[in-house]
């Protein structure tokens, strides 16, 4: 093992936000040349703890030590010149300018009137010396996400990065890219770097990183060696007991299509193709999940569903009847019920109570031209008792609930509807385990009671834990239909890349 | 860090809730600070702010006169403070409301022109109508590019009261000119059926009473109908209305169309109520007044009229300092500093100052 | 005769179109730091009024025209700390300054209305460059704000597009976020544009008082500053395409002057209509083939920037 060189130092790190304390007293260690892993579930204060190394946050108490000297930090900037990088989870890219151009932004030195041909074959030499392929003159909007994110390595260490913070760097990749990744920063660690890499991924943890500090509930629990820990163990420090994955799904006899897409395609923002022929369709009773990498379609496959995106070509029939052409309303009427990524902002309106959520999509079913506040009202607060939503009152804007609060207001109105067909795009990004726990067993229960559930998710565990059947979308196109029982993860990895795998049969 | 004990750092922390108390002071507080703001400027030509404001104080609310006078004032504000808040409520800055009083006078003296002989309860509420389809036409038009294209409609509605200021004033100076007009801007005087009848024996109108009535119709629609929650959520995200599958589009439409409408009622009320002709220069900024009025008001019908008022009172105020040597333009000035104060002072809803030392832990 | 025509028309409209000009430049530079002033107006008149004033007492058209920017620059300072430091409404603020310079003009104007003024800026004809035949007389042979305004858009062009100030500027308003995580005062850069582009309304607003008109009336901008408000939108963010629309505005406006030269009578209530009227409509074409193209306006315009927003 190689000597101990404590490269960063926090003590006693403390951050209060109005109603929440992010992080109660947290002291963390960095060594040189050590990839370490900051664990916890959702809302663990993992994230506000590197926004407050990186300088984005002015803690309220705690002191800051990088290699033995103790500093202030009161902008990103004072963070950088003492040589601490990080790679957001949404990326600090100007979108209208080049990689080159994003580098030279954050470039000190240099002349005011820049020379950008000189500058491309700086970075061009910087990238061979870690292994990089990263192309200076690509404007980062037509980027994938993984070149993105390359990008914003080299930017990162381009400025003097000697500590490198990713904020959930897997979330974006395929399982390959995922190892790709690691080895690179496995290089670089062994060039001297520090790697700070945030998690709540488990198994990713366990296989590529040296130590593990776990939060929970903005409290450090313990540092622990990845080579003498287990998951048993990192889980009861997580999540404060021991869970046991329950993945009993009682067997259901599928029924008849709730949904049927059939050649369909779509454009995307920017012009682009975004579906190209997809056909497929879910049972009733049945939870029909949807991997692939975020960007390749799956945003864009939810919306034609609920008809907020039109269709170029193709058909959609909702329980036997042609939808294609019908507006957003017809569809909520015909029992299609849309859980959409943007929880706050699209799903609720954030200024607005719960009972004016509650009733967002129901107040035409009543009739008339007038809105029964008194009706309204109890049946927002019988969904709160029955949906277990804590809120201080009902007429408190819905900006002030918890991530978790807030989904399960959103699947509350949903499944209160009635739906014939539920929509959940990454329903449980952002959730702690208990309100991941909430709307797993909410969803299985839709699919127990005859609903056809669409699942948009990043994680590979949870579409294999829920979803009867999964299928793999890669640039717009379905690069297979598989069972879960019936495959592995790696092999969806491949697809999601993809590795086209359809069978014969085709579904 | 030595020394950096002496430092403090002056932040904004987000608000969890916000009291009551704060958003009715901040309005207040940002007339006040408007008030002191101009007092300097008044100040600076020899005379004392408070003599002054004394003056218009006096002017507005010292006299029956005075009061009469700030009610008729205020008709027409309130017309037009009603309409732009609607628009506002949905997010849509309709800076045109001056545009739409001018079409909607337009509209109103068309009626009245052609048709003089027409009995007094078909032709008065003919001209409402009329003046409501006008000033809306003239609020739906920068709508449609709006509501399709997301062309910029500040600046459309905008551009637009210039140009419904210059038809006004082709007709006056045209084909509308009173040829026993010793040459003014003016249309012929309307018909005894066509002027608004008159409230007890000052110059307050019937506009009054039409002014009250929309402002209740207002706060029954945003409050308790459909179509008002749905211009409360389309106002607050775009988004959301369309994932809610209310239609979007209409609404811009509808809302433009009814704001300018509003607008378009106060043209037909000063025509009608005051001028009774159409003529050059009816409105000395009511529309702009009442982006102010909206704004103060917090978008809330009843505050409207009540602020409303008050403005009357400024504008009845400032005509009676125009002798002490201050242009109406001073009150432009005073609305405009309230405004940026009310504006500036809108921070403190949504955020708290606090203050600790910069440097060293507490 | 066709080419003193042609050149008439050319020449006239730079010079109508000068102040929009100025206007046009300081709002994209306020505009590309994300930050949205509809103040331009009120800046404008204040600008127009001020210099007006000065020059007055002074004799001196160059320290009217510094009174002018400093104006300018004043009124913008108070839109900056409202937008920026206490994150208002960007929409409202700037039409509080116009209306509030609306009326502060002209309340200091109240004795100034149709006073003449002798020092003035005069046409300075560029030896040489103003002999060439049809482009000499129509771009060299005017005062020197013209040939400031030339100079200004070749300036404004280059710090947006080939230096690093550019380069953070254009950061700024397309994403703070990651412009504050490269270091870049993200706060700084905001009121140094916002108050050039106050600075540069006031200077275009002095034009007219100083050289075009020149003389003091109220109203005298009569919507310039939101015509300039809508070049921006259309020349897409970029000074030369600017400089190109406030020429072909500077035309419309002149358009009355010239048809009755060549003895086409319209009325003159609807030939003052029409630059409005054209605004409008290029606003509406352009926009649409802008969605077409996926041109967009800087990212984080009109949106305040708080670094610990969660």
Same mark, same amino acid.
């Given at each position: 093992m190689s000597i101990h060189t404590p490269v960063v130092v926090m003590k006693n790190i403390t951050k209060t936000f109005p109603g929440t304390l992010?992080?109660?007293q947290v002291d963390l260690t960095i060594n040189r040349g050590e990839i370490h892993a900051l664990l916890g579930e959702n809302g663990a204060g993992k994230s506000t703890l590197m926004s407050v190394l990186t300088g984005l946050y002015r803690p309220d108490r705690g002191e800051i030590y990088i290699s033995g000297q103790p500093v202030e930090f009161y902008s990103p900037k004072d963070a950088v010149n003492q040589g601490i990088g990080m790679v957001h989870q949404h990326f600090k890219l100007v979108k209208t300018f080049t990689v080159a151009e994003n580098i030279l932004l954050g470039l000190q030195s240099g002349k005011e009137i820049y020379d950008l041909q000189e500058f491309k074959e700086k970075i061009q030499g910087f990238c061979q010396k870690y292994g990089f392929t990263v192309d200076p003159d690509a404007l980062v909007y037509q980027l994938s996400i993984g070149e993105q994110q390359r990008a914003e390595i080299v930017k990162a260490l381009f400025w003097g990065a000697e500590i490198l913070i990713l904020d959930e760097p897997t979330a974006v990749l395929t399982p390959q890219e995922a190892t790709e990744l690691y080895k690179t920063l496995r290089l670089m660690a062994g060039q001297g770097k520090s790697i700070i890499v945030i998690s709540h991924k488990l198994n990713e943890v366990m296989e590529n990183t040296d130590t593990i500090t776990v939060l929970r509930g903005g409290k450090a629990i313990g540092t622990v060696q990845t080579a003498n820990t287990n998951e048993k163990e990192l889980t009861r420090m997580m999540v404060g007991r021991y869970i046991l994955f329950n993945s009993s799904k009682k067997k259901i006899e599928p029924g008849t299509k709730v949904l049927a897409l059939h050649e369909v395609s779509c454009l995307g923002?920017?012009?682009?193709? /975004?579906?190209?022929?997809i056909s497929l369709h879910i049972f009733n009773g049945e939870i029909l999940g949807i991997a692939g990498? /975020?960007?390749?379609g799956q945003s864009e496959l939810a919306e034609v569903i609920a008809g907020l995106r039109p269709m170029e070509a193709g058909t959609k029939f909702i329980n036997g009847i042609d939808h294609t052409k019908s507006s957003v309303r017809n569809l909520i009427t015909a029992g299609v019920s849309y859980v959409p990524e943007d929880r706050l902002g699209t799903g609720l309106v954030p200024r607005l109570n719960a009972v004016d959520n509650f009733i967002l999509k129901s107040y035409q079913t009543t009739p008339g031209y007038f809105i029964n506040w008194a009706a309204a009202k109890e049946q927002t607060q019988a969904a709160v008792e029955k949906f277990q939503i804590k809120l201080a009152r009902l007429s408190n804007s819905v900006n002030m609930l918890s991530g978790g609060n807030l989904q399960k207001l959103l699947l509350a109105r949903e499944i209160s509807a009635d739906p014939r067909l539920i929509v959940a795009v990454y329903p449980m990004r952002g959730l702690d385990v208990g309100a991941m726990e909430v709307v797993r067993t909410l969803l299985m229960s839709q699919r127990e009671a005859g609903k056809g559930v669409l699942l948009i998710s990043e994680e590979l565990e949870e579409l294999f834990m829920l979803s009867d059947r999964i299928v793999v979308l890669h640039e717009g196109e379905v690069m297979g239909v598989v069972q879960p029982s019936d495959t592995t993860i790696e092999a969806v990895g491949m697809m999601m890349a993809g590795k086209r795998m359809l069978k014969d049969d085709g579904m | 860090m030595m020394g950096c004990e002496w430092m403090w750092k002056i932040n904004f922390e987000k608000r969890s809730t916000t009291p009551r108390i704060v958003l009715f002071l901040v309005p207040l507080l940002s007339i006040i600070v408007g008030l002191v703001f101009v007092g300097f400027f008044i100040a600076g030509t020899g005379k004392s702010p408070l003599y002054i404001y004394g003056l218009m104080f006096e002017g507005a609310f010292g006299s029956a006169y005075g009061l009469s006078e700030t009610v008729v004032k205020s008709i027409p504000l309130i017309l037009t403070g009603l309409g732009v808040a609607l628009a506002f409520r949905m997010q849509l800055w309709n800076i045109g409301a001056e545009g739409q009083l001018y079409m909607g006078a337009f509209g109103a003296t068309w009626l009245a022109l052609n048709f003089p002989m027409w009995p007094a309860y078909l032709l008065l509420p003919g001209m409402l109508i009329m003046s409501f389809i006008t000033g809306g036409i003239w609020g739906l038009l920068p709508a449609i590019p709006r509501a399709y294209f997301k062309v910029n409609e500040t600046i459309t509605t905008l551009l637009l009261n210039y140009v419904g200021i210059l038809w006004v004033d082709y007709l006056v100076y045209g084909p509308w000119r009173d040829p026993k007009g010793f040459n003014f801007p003016i249309t012929a005087p309307f018909s005894e059926n066509a002027i608004l009848p008159i409230l007890g024996d000052s110059r307050i109108h019937a506009g009054l009473i039409v002014g009250i009535l929309a402002a209740v119709v207002l706060y029954i629609i945003l409050k308790y109908t459909k179509w008002g929650f749905e211009i409360r959520v389309s106002g607050e995200s775009g988004a959301a209305a369309h994932y809610a599958g209310m239609n979007y589009i209409r609404n811009i439409l509808l809302v433009m169309f009814v704001s300018g409408g509003l607008a378009g009622i106060a043209g037909m009320t000063e025509v009608s109520g005051i001028t009774q002709r159409l003529q050059h220069g009816i409105s000395p900024g009511y529309g702009y007044s009442a982006i102010i009025i909206a704004w103060l008001a917090r978008l809330n019908p009843w505050a409207v009229v009540l602020v409303s008022f008050l403005f009357g009172g400024l504008l009845v105020g400032g005509y009676s300092i125009q002798t002490s040597g201050f242009p109406a333009a001073t009150v432009a000035m005073l609305q405009g500093a309230i405004l940026f104060f009310v504006v500036g002072g809108e921070i403190f809803v949504g955020y708290r100052l606090t203050w600790r030392s910069k440097g060293g832990n507490q | 005769m066709e080419q003193s025509l042609l050149t008439a028309i050319f020449a006239t409209g730079i010079i109508a179109g000068t102040p929009i000009l100025f206007a046009a430049l300081g709002e994209i530079l306020s505009e590309q730091a994300g930050v949205l002033n509809l103040g331009v107006e009120g800046m404008m008149l204040v600008g127009a009024v001020t210099g007006f004033m000065i020059t007055m007492e002074t004799n001196n058209q160059w320290l009217g025209l510094l009174a002018a920017i400093g104006a300018g620059g004043l009124m913008a300072l108070i839109h900056a700390f409202l937008t920026i430091t206490l994150r208002a409404n960007q929409v409202v603020s700037g039409l509080a300054l116009t209306i509030f310079g609306t009326g502060l003009s002209g309340y200091l104007g109240q004795t100034l209305i149709g006073k003449p003024l002798q020092a003035t800026f005069k046409a300075v004809p560029i030896p040489g460059l103003s002999q060439i035949p049809w482009v000499g007389p129509s771009l060299f042979q005017h005062d020197l704000l013209v040939y400031l305004g030339y100079i200004g858009v070749a300036v404004c062009w280059f710090v947006l597009y080939r230096t690093k100030a550019g380069l953070k500027i254009r950061a700024v308003g397309e994403n703070p976020s990651a412009a504050d995580a490269a270091g870049v005062n993200v706060f700084a850069i905001r009121y140094v544009c916002v108050v050039l582009g106050g600075m540069l309304a006031g200077l275009g607003g002095a034009y007219l008082s100083l050289a075009y008109a020149p003389s003091w009336l109220e109203n005298m901008t009569a919507g310039r500053g939101w015509i300039a408000v809508a070049l921006v939108i259309f020349a897409t963010w970029n000074p030369t395409k600017a400089f190109l629309g406030s020429w072909l505005f500077g035309v419309v406006d002149i358009l009355g002057f010239h048809l009755q030269n060549l003895g086409i009578t319209v009325s003159s209530f609807f030939l003052k209509m029409l630059p409005y009227v054209i605004t409008i409509v290029v606003l509406i074409i352009v926009s649409r083939e802008t969605k077409k193209r996926h041109v967009a306006s800087p990212g984080a315009l009109g949106i305040p920037y708080n670094r610990e927003e969660r």
């Open positions: 992010a992080n109660d923002n920017r012009g682009q193709m /975004a579906l190209k022929n990498v /975020a960007g390749n | - | -």
